[in-house]
């Protein structure tokens, strides 16, 4: 899992590694989804998250994301 803080104006800055792996470039637009596990940040006009890192591996995250934010509660 990677951590980024949220800075005044509300901006955030994705590490490298995660912006090469996914082809963000300087301007890309990033949907802010909603869900009940937390957000969901994606390019906009990107595949849905299975295509992206596979089936067993989004549900690995979904599953994170649940029980971190059940310990939050």
Known sequence: MTTVRVRQKGQI???S???QKYKLETGT???VHERPEGMLL???GAL???SIVGKEEHQKIITELEE???KWR
């Open 29 to 31: 637009l990033l949907e």
């Open 68 to 70: 971190t934010r059940r």
């Open 13 to 15: 800055t994705l590490p």
């Open 48 to 50: 849905e998250p299975e």
């Open 17 to 19: 590694k995660l912006r």
């Open 42 to 44: 994606q390019p906009v």
